[in-house]
């Protein structure tokens, strides 16, 4: 008797075919996922899979941000901190940092199908939090725009009042700076 996973895989039968049609969500995560595993093979000497790191991931997210097509208004630049600049300048495009987000999202589950261990998943480790968080601060300021954290909606209990939250990962050897 064969199972079809009760569909939460994300993951479809076509009628008529014998082979998954494979959600949005799922075709974007292979497609980063061999996307991921080129860029190691392209690298001098190649990289396993097997060797790959947090530093690997961080190389490839700063490689990534050739092919962005979001404005960052460097911190020299006139329109920097506007929301709606008036004219265009010379400032780099970027990878936008949900698309980073999602990206590593998406990387951290493949990883981990494809055999990969959660204690070694290097796209779960603390310093590529610590970038992404880097990237979003740094593009809102660019932009003029705040981010804001999202409230928790049951988070009214009596736990004091600790303005620090979680965020303890600034210490000087796992800060990550990006030009």
């Known amino acids: 008797m064969s199972?079809?996973?009760?569909?939460?895989?994300g993951k479809e039968l076509v009628e008529g075919s014998s082979s998954p049609t494979l959600s949005r969500y799922e075709s974007q995560k292979r497609r980063d996922w061999n996307t991921f595993g080129q860029y190691l093979k392209n690298q001098r000497p190649?990289?396993?899979l097997s060797h790959c790191n947090c530093n690997h991931v961080l190389d490839f997210l700063r490689y990534l941000d050739q092919f962005g097509k979001t404005k960052v208004h460097i911190q020299g630049c006139m329109f920097y901190g506007q929301p709606e600049p008036p004219a265009p300048c010379t400032c780099p495009l970027r990878q936008a940092w949900g698309s980073l987000d999602a990206l590593i999202?998406?990387?951290?589950a493949a990883y981990e199908e494809n055999g990969g261990s959660p204690e070694t998943n290097p796209f779960a480790n603390g310093s590529i939090r610590v970038y992404l968080?880097?990237?979003r601060e740094c593009q809102a300021k660019a932009r003029g725009i705040p981010y804001k954290k999202k409230k928790k909606?049951?988070?009214t209990?009596?736990?004091g009042s600790s303005?620090?939250?979680?965020?303890d990962d600034s210490s000087p050897s796992t800060t990550m700076h990006y030009s």
Request: charged share 20%; hydrophobic share 20%.
């Open 105 to 108: 999202g998406r990387l951290r």
């Open 153 to 155: 909606v049951a988070a």
């Open 3 to 9: 199972s079809s996973g009760g569909g939460s895989s």
């Open 157 to 159: 209990t009596s736990q």
């Open 46 to 48: 190649p990289v396993p």
């Open 133 to 135: 968080r880097e990237v």
């Open 163 to 167: 303005s620090k939250g979680n965020c």
